[in-house]
């Protein structure tokens, strides 16, 4: 009962609560004792939240009308506020905080719908990284290798829905952070649009380019999280002020009419041979034989880089200051040197992303999607410090968001579909137009249907 339940999806656990062959009750310590036999081996979650899990899940048993998700378990990365424990952003410094008195809003959505938290998820510090390594709580690891990295900066939301710990997770993405690990897992994940969900009571790292959403291994469960996820927030100033827009209804409406391109150039230079097959796979399913360039998408990076680190020192400038030596050393020094990147550049940057974002936009009048890669290899190893690509030896922390930078760059919604390659997987982007995610979800159940992509069961046993 425990394995089958480890490996439902929320829909599938939600329908099986709602009709009365399981209750939530049994999910959920199904649920703790899978976290309590493999989360030392995948180190996913950080804090788990047994009683508050338990309570919930009977008030879901006994309500009359149990919800959209109904008993489906899901985690958080411990960047968003779970009433009861503190909010400690991958942090050493952030323990010492007193515990968040409030659930973040999207967890409160969440548990409206039926669904339990069970707990807070490893990641790496402050979120400025893309490995998945935590030099304080220890690195999360890939449920398909565990000499693996999960990919960051919500290593533990990777591990935790890779692993089948939880059908789903929480995380944030400022410039790959659901996306790289989402593709180094073999999972599914959604980046929406900058301003669709709300990031109130979630620790910040870069106000104008963070975004929070869901992971699961299923296009359905990434569409009914979203849904029940999208309102106004006003506590979130950025958040936008739009009605509703599910997707959920319009998942099986097929490929039909849809144009789809394929992006070339940058997006190409520098990616394995297992990053491309999976682009050229994912292409073929979709009849994509269109290329496109995405101009100057290089120039967005740096740019991307440069907005990065400025507004995350400033962010920090005070903990810089008074505890540094807190601090994992490689995330304080980068954020020390953005502490002394001259206005005028980032100006130019701010200046360059306008201009960035109407030439791309200017794409979308020809197609209602763009295909990518996610990221340019497969898991590297942990610890790994370089790798080779495109015959040139790289840094691996900075450079496994080199095809997801420029899209968050200017806030598109983008899904990343698991390609289930042997021995590891590997994600592509679909890229949509500014609140368009049914878009991009749509092509990922259209995908997911042709078992083109696919989440695999992970053999941690």
């Known amino acids: 009962m425990a394995h089958e339940l480890a490996w439902a999806t929320a829909a599938e656990i939600a329908a099986a609560v709602s009709a009365g062959k399981v209750t939530a009750a049994a999910v ?3 649920t703790l004792s899978r976290i309590a036999r493999l989360n030392p081996k995948l180190n996913a979650f950080t804090a788990v939240t047994a009683e508050r899990a338990r309570a919930r899940a009977h008030a879901v048993d006994t309500a009359a009308d149990k919800g ?6 899901f985690a958080v990365k411990n960047l968003f506020d779970v009433a009861g424990i503190p909010t400690v952003a991958g942090s050493k410094i952030n323990h010492a905080h007193p515990p968040a008195t409030k659930d973040s809003p999207l967890i409160e959505r969440l548990e409206q719908a039926g669904a339990v938290c069970v707990g807070a998820l490893n990641m790496g510090e402050y979120a400025y990284d893309f490995t998945g390594e935590n030099v304080h709580d220890g690195p999360s690891r890939n449920p398909h290798d565990l000499t693996r990295m999960s990919g960051g900066s919500s290593g533990g939301s990777g591990s935790a829905v890779g692993g089948g710990l939880t059908p789903l997770a929480l995380g944030s993405d400022t410039n790959g ?3 790289v690990p989402s593709s180094l897992c073999g999972i599914f994940g959604l980046k ?10 979630s620790f ?26 999208q309102g106004e927030d006003a506590e979130d100033p950025a958040c936008a002020q739009r009605a509703h827009e599910f997707a959920t209804p319009t998942l099986s409406h097929g490929l039909n009419g849809l144009r789809i391109a394929v992006a070339g150039g940058y997006f190409r230079k520098g990616a394995s041979p297992e990053a491309l097959g999976a ?30 680190a400025t507004e995350g020192a400033a962010l920090h400038l005070d903990r810089l200051r008074n505890q540094a030596r807190d601090f994992d050393p490689a995330v304080r020094d980068r954020l020390i040197a953005g502490a002394m990147i001259p206005a005028a550049l980032v100006n130019k940057a701010q200046v ?24 340019p290899c497969t898991a590297p190893k942990i610890g790994q410090q370089s790798f080779t690509l495109d015959g040139v030896e790289m840094p691996v922390r900075p450079n496994m968001g080199i095809y997801t930078q420029p899209i968050s760059f200017i806030g598109l919604p983008v899904v990343a579909v698991p390609v289930p390659l042997q021995p590891l997987p590997i994600g592509v982007q679909i890229i949509a137009a500014p609140w368009r995610e049914e878009v991009a979800l749509r092509i990922a159940y259209a995908l997911e249907q042709m078992k083109v992509v696919k989440a695999t069961e992970a053999k941690i046993e």
């Open 177 to 179: 952070s659901i996306r």
């Open 279 to 308: 682009l050229a796979t994912v292409a073929q399913a979709v009849h994509a034989h269109d290329t496109i360039e995405i101009p100057e998408a290089q120039r967005a990076r740096a740019a991307a880089y440069v907005i990065t």
């Open 352 to 375: 360059f992303r306008r201009w960035y974002r109407e030439r791309v936009l200017d794409l979308f009048d020809r197609y209602d999607a763009i295909l990518a890669p996610a990221t």
């Open 68 to 73: 959209p998700l109904a008993g489906v378990p």
């Open 204 to 229: 910040p790292f870069v106000a104008s380019l963070d975004h929070l959403g869901p992971f699961a291994r299923s296009t359905l469960d990434l569409a009914l999280a979203y849904d029940v996820m």
């Open 192 to 201: 929406p649009t900058y301003g669709r969900l709300s990031r109130a009571r």
């Open 28 to 30: 959920i310590e199904a």
